[in-house]
């Protein structure tokens, strides 16, 4: 496990963890190090390599459409027979 | 559909559990032995170090997040999330789908997949977490069971006709992304928030205060709580991840249906005396 996540998840696990006496005990590199001490979430993240933008779950708020029934095939046609009085390419 | 297994095959299941909002802080001992015992663990987390600190519970981490993709449709990303995770129960193995807050609160692919495997014969359970809002009740300081809270998915009030009652709180979430119709982007334009802030001006004043609310995600962050007028709301920066509270607008009124009849049954939701209900 990497240093920087065994802190974050001692930190979550232990809320009265003093952050920056802990903090001269870790091997970490310098940016690390000082995104914690600024306690900048978005920091310590890029200095992990870690993307910063995730997709969320997104709860899609209505149903989707249902495709449109075929008929039966030997259901009546009614579609238009007639062609365009007029050729549109015209 | 699986066929019939011997005795000696092994035989899928699947367990979609919640990760809860911060690293190391909010996770179940049960949802610990999901992951630990998993095969595979399919993870939706919503910050990337929570990614890799799941991974370390179980290296056999499968990251749903190449699965999106802007421009496209987050229902085929969902098809497929669901798909995935079910391929595997269906090759023989206990598939755990480990996503942020709570796996049911916002969250399509765990309901949609856990009934897809049971009705294929598989065992699949749910395991709840603690979801963005119980933090948003500890962190904004408010108790639901005051004067009551609503939540709304906030494009649905959009999309729908919904009714406000402004005695309680009411809460909208996904409000970054309201009124987008193609579910393909990560965030909805101000002319889309514009229509939500236009549709809560029917019911609130423009200077209403209103909070935008995000939960930490690491325990070195604090959450987002940042107060504004509901007329800048378009404005505001907000993200996937925004909620937005809104307080009450006016005091809890009398029921005046009921004033002077006197106690009323809880049970039978009449006044005490005047149950109708045949003998």
Known sequence: MSPLIAFLDILGRQPGVDIDAALERLDLDAATRAALRARDPAAVT???????????????????????EEPPGDAPDD???????????? | MPTASS?????????????????????????????????????????????QWVATI???????????????????TYREMAAAMLAEVRAGK??????????????QVP????????????????????????CLYADLGLDPGKVGC???EASQLLFYDRLIDTSAWLVLWQVGVAGDRSYAVR???????????????????????????????????????????????????LSPQSTLVVPPARPLAPASALAGTGPVSIESAVPVGQDTAAP
């Open chain 2, 111 to 134: 309901h949609a997949a856990i009934a897809q495997a049971r009705s294929e014969g598989f065992a699949a359970v749910m395991d709840p977490g603690i979801s963005a809002e119980d």
């Open chain 2, 187 to 237: 965030e909805s334009t101000p002319a889309q928030r514009q229509r939500l802030v236009d549709r809560l001006l029917l019911d609130y004043p423009p200077a209403h205060p209103v909070t935008v609310y995000e939960a930490a995600t690491l325990p070195i962050g604090q959450p987002r709580i940042d107060r504004l007028p509901l007329a800048a709301l378009a404005q505001a920066r």
């Open chain 2, 58 to 76: 179980n290296p056999r981490v499968v990251s749903v997040q190449g699965l999106y993709a802007e421009g496209k449709p987050r229902q085929q």
């Open chain 2, 150 to 152: 609503a939540h709304f």
């Open chain 2, 7 to 51: 005795s000696t095959a092994p035989r899928g299941q699947l367990a979609c559990v919640g990760l809860g909002m911060m690293l190391g802080a909010h996770l179940t001992p049960r949802a610990r032995g999901w992951l630990e015992a998993a095969d595979v663990v399919f993870v939706a987390a919503s910050d990337a170090l929570v990614e």
């Open chain 2, 94 to 107: 206990l598939v755990v789908g480990a996503f942020y807050g709570h796996p049911g609160v916002f969250a």
């Open chain 1, 79 to 90: 579609r238009p027979d007639d062609r365009p009085d007029r050729d549109p390419d015209r």
């Open chain 1, 46 to 68: 890029r200095a992990f390599g870690a993307r910063t933008e995730m997709w969320c779950k997104i709860s899609i708020p209505e149903d989707e459409p249902q495709p449109a």
